[in-house]
């Protein structure tokens, strides 16, 4: 096994003993296999079916106008439609709260960690983006007793969180030293990067090279962000380092304990949703190449959406286009902008993910990906024909390119195929009243 940077390097100038970010874990060059993770990926406000399920059979069928960002990883996605949620709530607060448990008390994501715990730095990660932003309607996560989980829409709270930075504000609690951004966690760990270095073979040498060009563009993203934001009109932001306590373009002190950065929090402004969504999966990307955690969550806005996202050329706010009317009017064209960006981001980080060696393949093809909303039918607010789809390749365990349609089952089975995907030997999750075990066919072995 290669050597792994200590993760309690001290940060020079930094007020704290801090952990280096990178927490870097170089996995042996003739590794056969990378160990499989899970993302579970939330898109609000369900679909229209007509629009997002694909048309013709398993092997042979076309992608809908919803869907039509993933042409490109098409063959990497099982499409799967006809799954209903039984039992349980209704509309968008009950279909949030099954649908990674199942009617069972505790959600999959959590499940998973608890059971690979150990393994890895982190059991899990929850991000967000936009989702703590004017949510009435919950999160998806839920640890055991259904007690539920808050996700970090702070990308930089959320880097810090998987690398050990020291954390302050928006939303993980202040009262830690500050951080100058100025001043880059790499540069500040030359010597260390170097005597790892001088450690390593050629092909691991090139594997840290990729990682650290990578945590470098992240970097400068987040910096670039808290810089934007500080220089925002304000007679009381402070002379001096650029601390994440004066992040607060408004002015406002970052209060101990939860706190934001105005209102709405300068992560949560739809200006940037884009570029937040992007730090987030970048980190995602980063967690699961250096083997931080297996099990991600990642909620993209939440039930009855209020967000503003023009950018995609839709008119409405998200939960007004899906109340679409029919699928011919102008405001099921905004909807299908929408759902179609967001289709379009499981495509961007399955992209990313190809784009990492890991054993013998990438980090796609040893993840699962599971994309869920909490509805089926945006105008019903029912929860049949739920709009789900698995990308990635689990090790091997699942097979892309298909196409599923199975009308009336149990979106529980799907749950339970998951976490046979990641190797745990269950036959239930939840909800029973349509028998046990997972998919039929779905995932190799099971």
């Not at 069928?61 to 349980?88: D, W």
């Not at 992007?278 to 699961?288: E, F, R």
Request: aromatic share 8%.
């Amino acid at each position: 096994m290669a050597p792994m940077i200590n993760r309690r390097s001290l940060l020079k100038g930094a007020a704290a003993t801090i952990p280096l970010s990178m927490g870097l874990r170089l996995k042996p060059a003739l590794a056969a296999q990378g160990p499989k993770r899970a993302i579970f990926f939330f898109i609000p406000d369900g679909c229209v079916p007509s629009l997002f399920h694909p048309t013709g059979t398993e092997t042979n069928f076309q992608l809908s106008p919803m869907t039509q960002a993933l042409e490109p990883v098409k063959n990497r996605c099982v499409f799967l439609n006809g799954f209903e949620m039984y039992e349980g709530g209704n509309s968008h607060g009950g279909g949030v709260q099954k649908v990674l448990t199942g009617n069972s008390d505790q959600s999959l994501d959590v499940f998973l960690a608890e059971r690979l715990r150990g393994q890895t730095p982190l059991s899990s990660i929850f991000f967000g983006i936009h989702a703590t932003h004017e949510n009435g309607s919950d999160y998806f996560s839920f640890l055991p007793g259904n007690k539920v989980r808050t996700p970090e829409d702070n990308p930089i709270a959320a880097f810090r969180s998987v690398f050990g930075m020291a954390s302050a504000g928006g939303g993980s609690g202040g009262g830690a030293a500050a951080t100058d951004f100025r001043s880059s966690i790499l540069d500040n760990s030359v010597a260390e990067i170097q005597q790892l270095e001088n450690r390593l073979g050629q092909l691991e040498r090139q594997k840290l090279d990729l990682h650290l060009t990578s945590l470098r563009e992240v970097e400068r993203r987040i910096s670039s962000l808290a810089r934007a934001a500080a220089a925002g009109p304000s007679s009381r932001r402070p002379a001096g380092p650029l601390t994440v306590e004066t992040f607060n373009s408004e002015g406002f002190e970052v209060p101990e304990g939860p706190g934001f950065f105005g209102y709405p929090a300068i992560f949560n402004r739809e200006e940037n949703f884009e570029l937040v969504g992007k730090l987030q999966t970048d980190t995602i990307a980063l967690a699961l190449a250096n083997d931080m955690t297996r099990v991600v969550g990642l909620q993209w806005s939440h039930p009855v959406s209020p967000t503003q996202m023009a950018f995609t050329g839709s008119t409405q706010r998200h939960h007004d286009a899906s109340h679409y009317g029919a699928p011919t009017t102008p405001t099921a064209a905004n909807f299908v902008k929408l759902q179609n960006y967001y289709t379009g981001q499981l495509k961007n980080l399955m992209q990313k993910l190809d784009a990492v060696p890991d054993g013998d393949g990438t980090l796609l093809d040893n993840t699962i990906i599971f994309l869920f909303s909490e509805l089926g039918d945006s105008n019903l607010h029912d929860h049949r024909n739920m709009p789900f789809i698995l990308a990635g390749g689990a090790g091997g365990a699942l097979k892309g390119g298909r196409y599923l349609n199975l009308p009336g089952e149990a979106h529980s089975k799907i749950l339970v195929s998951i976490a046979n995907a990641m190797d745990q030997n269950i036959d239930s999750f939840g909800f029973t009243g349509k028998g046990r075990g997972g998919v039929p066919g779905l995932i190799t072995g099971s």
